[in-house]
């Protein structure tokens, strides 16, 4: 957890908490906007698990 700054630490106990949750869960959480970069920078190193995104089907 070395290469991960506070703010990125902070996100992470938050999905942890809040699991599962989506970008726009942890900025009402956290009051801020969660960069697709952040996220994947926490994905590469197998931190969070990303899920596809979830589209209905409309018939």
């Given at each position: 957890?070395?290469?991960l700054?506070?703010y990125d630490?902070?996100v992470?106990?938050?999905?942890?908490?809040?699991q599962?949750?989506n970008?726009?869960g942890?900025?009402?959480?956290?009051?801020?906007?969660?960069?697709?970069?952040?996220?994947?920078?926490l994905?590469?190193?197998?931190?969070?698990?990303?899920a596809?995104?979830?589209?209905?089907i409309?018939?």
């Amino acid at each position: 957890m070395r290469d991960l700054g506070p703010y990125d630490i902070a996100v992470l106990a938050a999905i942890a908490y809040h699991q599962t949750t989506n970008r726009d869960g942890m900025k009402d959480i956290l009051g801020k906007d969660i960069s697709r970069d952040l996220i994947g920078r926490l994905s590469e190193r197998d931190r969070v698990q990303v899920a596809q995104k979830w589209e209905p089907i409309l018939c």
